[in-house]
């Protein structure tokens, strides 16, 4: 499988694109200035308890509390006070947890107020990020992710991923992890550890101990709250957490995080650094990749199911789940006509469903009606299928088999809130008129002729593809009556996330000179 990065910044605004085999499966968006992303350390005090959810409310610079469960305390919760209370106090000097005292472990059937008392300054990490009225989820369990590790303050096991096959691999990396952690530290060894060298694994660690040297130096500033530590921009940890042989290309319309690519690739795989491109071209990097276009397919109520000749997935959202409902479209009236053709139809859907998961970031409990499969031997291929289809999904999932009315339950953790991309489009006749279509012409022409003198370069005008075919249509076409008007060829741009009248033009230099919206 073929997997591509597209990384797009504009507006303040990055979009990460992850294709495989061409296929948009992955969408994340970060703004520059965001505050809370999954996987920050923070300082922050405790504004109130609420004993009865075993639970506290802490204040971390948000306009809404973050959310602390007792769960989410961790056994050494104690230890990490006191570890935190010392660094202020500048009794703990230095970074390194070696014979620092260990204390005793909290009670993990214990209650909030035992441990915790309103201005506590705690010592924490994001888990979830804000969705809707609710605040961040955080927990004190503290974790350094690196490429091939997780590092774990306070925590002297070394645990491997069981992905990791063979007993002598295991042991090899073991023995090695156990060899390098610093005092005081345990460590996760990820899967994709599997086979790499004693150098790399070296030079992680290095960095994820560098990380928490830097969340110390931030802690002796004392400032509360404050942000102490900043996980990877989206686009390295998605290089983190994904990159693989199957990367053929990285391609980025910003220099500057071209240049960050390359360098954290410098790091973890040197050899194959050059996969990064920087995109320069007046056509929208993921307007070029078809991104927007498959955005437009991918959402909304129904979805079509490639390859199916017809069969579509009905996806509706409820106060308390998802449901979404396979129909076979014209092709198939009976599930018991054609058996073979349902199983077939349902392995399309459940492929579908996996990547509308990813895709839309749903978590919760997602409910899937198939076609009817009276044969037993069906559902059961059926259901190996989705599990089989659902193991690239990083997020926790958890899927049970058909029950007795066909369903497939699915619950799947969700840290950020729940993409939402809007596939209809205002009509522009809603109140009874619209703009005659020779006067937007026209006000596209005023504003070429306004700035086509000012400007040396090309102009280019970003349109509706309906418009886009309406101006360059014909031998006569409008645009080749401009270019012969006024002697400057104008490029014109289809852009499918426009509206039916929205326009921009632009310079050569990607500058906008001016819009219109209806």
């Known amino acids: 499988m073929k997997k591509e990065l597209i990384v797009s910044h504009e507006d303040e605004l990055t979009k990460i694109a992850l294709l495989e085999d061409g296929r948009l499966f992955e969408l994340h968006e970060q703004e520059d200035k965001t505050d809370f992303v999954v996987g920050d350390l923070f300082i922050g005090k405790v504004k109130k308890l609420a004993p009865n959810l075993n639970a506290a409310f802490v204040n971390i610079g948000y306009g809404k509390d973050a959310f602390l469960h007792y769960h989410d305390l961790g056994p050494e919760f104690l230890t990490y006070k006191k570890f935190l209370a010392d660094t202020l106090s500048k009794k703990q000097s230095s970074s390194s947890l070696k014979n620092f005292p260990i204390q005793k472990e909290i009670n993990k059937n214990g209650t909030v107020d035992r441990v915790i008392a309103k201005d506590d300054v705690v010592l924490l990490q994001i888990t979830k990020e804000p969705i809707s009225t609710k605040g961040p989820r955080i927990s004190t369990q503290i974790s350094l992710t690196g490429r091939f590790l997780v590092l774990i303050p306070f925590d002297n096991k070394v645990s491997i991923s069981k992905k990791i096959g063979t007993a002598e691999e295991r042991e090899r990396l073991r023995n090695l992890i156990e060899s390098i952690k610093p005092e005081g530290f345990g460590a996760i060894i990820r899967t994709v550890a599997e086979g790499k060298k004693v150098a790399e694994l070296h030079n992680d660690m290095n960095q994820l101990v560098q990380k928490w040297?830097?969340?110390?130096?931030?802690?002796?500033?004392?400032?509360?709250?404050?942000?102490?530590?900043?996980?990877?921009?989206?686009?390295?940890?998605?290089?983190?957490?994904?990159?693989?042989?199957?990367?053929?290309?990285?391609?980025?319309?910003?220099?500057?995080?071209?240049?960050?690519?390359?360098?954290?690739?410098?790091?973890?795989?040197?050899?194959?650094?050059?996969?990064?491109?920087?995109y320069d071209h007046h056509i929208p990097l993921l307007?070029?990749?078809?991104?927007?276009?498959?955005?437009?397919?991918?959402?909304?109520?129904?979805?079509?199911?490639?390859?199916?000749?017809?069969?579509?997935?009905?996806?509706?959202?409820?106060?308390?789940?998802?449901?979404?409902?396979?129909?076979?479209?014209?092709?198939?009236?009976?599930?018991?006509?054609?058996?073979?053709?349902?199983?077939?139809?349902?392995?399309?859907?459940?492929?579908?469903?996996?990547?509308?998961?990813?895709?839309?970031?749903?978590?919760?409990?997602?409910?899937?009606?198939?076609?009817?499969?009276?044969?037993?031997?069906?559902?059961k291929n059926l259901y190996e299928h989705l599990k089989e289809e659902m193991k690239r999904d990083k997020a926790r999932h958890k899927i049970l088999p058909p029950s007795r009315f066909g369903l497939i339950q699915i619950t799947r953790q969700?840290?950020?809130?729940?993409?939402q991309i809007e596939t209809k489009e205002e009509n522009p006749n809603a109140t009874g008129e619209i703009l005659a279509p020779i006067v937007v012409v026209e006000r596209m022409e005023e504003a070429i002729r306004n700035f086509i003198q000012k400007e040396k370069g090309k102009l280019f005008l970003h349109v509706h593809p309906f418009v886009e075919a309406y101006l360059t249509k014909g031998l006569m076409s409008i645009q080749t009556k401009w270019y012969l008007k006024y002697k400057k060829w104008v490029t014109i741009i289809p852009r499918d996330s426009y509206k039916y009248l929205e326009y921009k033009l632009y310079n050569s230099k990607k500058e906008e000179l001016m819009s219109y919206s209806n």
Not at 321 to 346: F, R
Not at 414 to 419: G, L, Q, V, Y
């Open 213 to 278: 040297e830097t969340t110390f130096k931030n802690i002796q500033k004392n400032i509360i709250p404050s942000k102490v530590l900043s996980e990877d921009d989206k686009a390295s940890a998605i290089l983190r957490d994904n990159f693989n042989a199957d990367f053929v290309s990285i391609i980025c319309d910003d220099e500057q995080m071209v240049s960050d690519m390359k360098s954290y690739l410098e790091v973890i795989a040197p050899e194959r650094k050059n996969i990064v491109q920087y």
């Open 287 to 379: 307007e070029y990749y078809n991104v927007e276009k498959q955005l437009k397919q991918s959402f909304g109520k129904h979805v079509n199911i490639a390859g199916s000749r017809g069969a579509y997935l009905v996806v509706e959202h409820t106060e308390a789940l998802h449901v979404i409902d396979v129909n076979s479209g014209p092709n198939l009236s009976s599930a018991s006509t054609n058996k073979e053709h349902a199983l077939n139809v349902n392995k399309m859907a459940a492929t579908e469903i996996a990547r509308q998961l990813r895709l839309r970031d749903m978590g919760g409990i997602i409910v899937v009606d198939f076609i009817d499969m009276p044969n037993a031997e069906h559902r």
């Open 414 to 419: 969700r840290n950020r809130p729940e993409k």
